[in-house]
């Protein structure tokens, strides 16, 4: 993205160089992961846990391949890798804030994704943040247009203490067939922000000369989600317009929070 500061204030990105990036990522991977507890309200086994690495012990969010609830339309066991995608695709758009995630075959309830876990406003979410935080509102809709996001609720989105806005959850991401279903259909055929645009075409061009994000997306993904991926970059870069919600299919998650 181009005049990174500016744009980081604009989409209300967190200022995070890919050192510290590296940093939690290893931390995650090769900590020793302790079970705390798990999350209420979970569709799927979610568990609050810590992870200790070289004296220093973080929290973090765990969801086993084995606590998977077995959905119609996904294939078994590929909603954990889905939330892997996700924060790769993420880390290389630079937009939205999603935790640093990864994927590990060595946790308690055997493999699954470890995510470090952000401290945030337990009262806040989409619908209260909205009318303040909208350009962070545009990065995620747009995020939420290129991975097919079937579940974006209110509150999987998250603010923190610095009032940066962060989205969470994205188990139900990359289907090949149109399945956009979100809360946030505030910009219906306004214009994607340049901004945005310009990482989205870079995206393209990386896909297309093999650089290690296509190889890190294949490992996670079927090759048809590939292929419906690069249908809908496509799509939006053509448009740059924000979608409409899908004919014939439920635009909107229930509940809504």
Not at 181 to 188: E, K, L, M
Not at 206 to 212: Q, S
Request: charged share 25%; proline share 7%; hydrophobic share 45%.
């Amino acid at each position: 993205m181009s005049s990174e500061s500016g744009d980081k204030k604009l989409f209300n990105l967190a200022a995070r160089a890919d050192a510290d990036r590296a940093r939690m990522r290893e931390h995650l991977m090769r900590g020793a992961i302790e079970l705390q507890g798990m999350v209420p309200w979970s569709s799927n086994y979610t568990y609050l846990v810590s992870v200790k690495y070289a004296d220093h012990e973080i929290s973090a969010i765990y969801k086993p391949q084995c606590g998977e609830r077995p959905l119609w339309d996904f294939e078994d066991g590929t909603l954990c890798k889905r939330e892997v995608a996700a924060y790769a695709l993420s880390a290389f758009l630079g937009f939205p804030n999603i935790p640093v995630t990864v994927l590990r075959a060595d946790a308690p309830q055997g493999l699954g994704m470890v995510q470090e876990f952000i401290e945030h406003k337990r009262r806040e979410n989409f619908f209260t943040l909205r009318a303040r935080q909208r350009g962070a509102m545009q990065a995620i809709a747009v995020f939420d247009a290129l991975v097919n996001n079937t579940d974006r609720k209110g509150g999987h989105v998250l603010v923190d203490a610095q009032d940066i806005v962060w989205a969470i959850d994205h188990g139900v991401t990359f289907h090949q067939e149109p399945k956009l279903r979100t809360v946030i259909w505030d910009f219906i055929d306004e214009p994607i922000p340049s901004e945005l645009c310009a990482a989205l075409t870079a995206l393209r061009d990386a896909l297309k000369r093999g650089e290690p994000i296509r190889a890190e997306l294949e490992q996670l993904l079927a090759r048809a989600e590939i292929r419906a991926l690069n249908a809908r970059l496509n799509a939006l870069l053509q448009t740059r317009l924000y979608p409409a919600p899908p004919d014939g299919w439920p635009h909107i998650p229930w509940p809504p929070v």
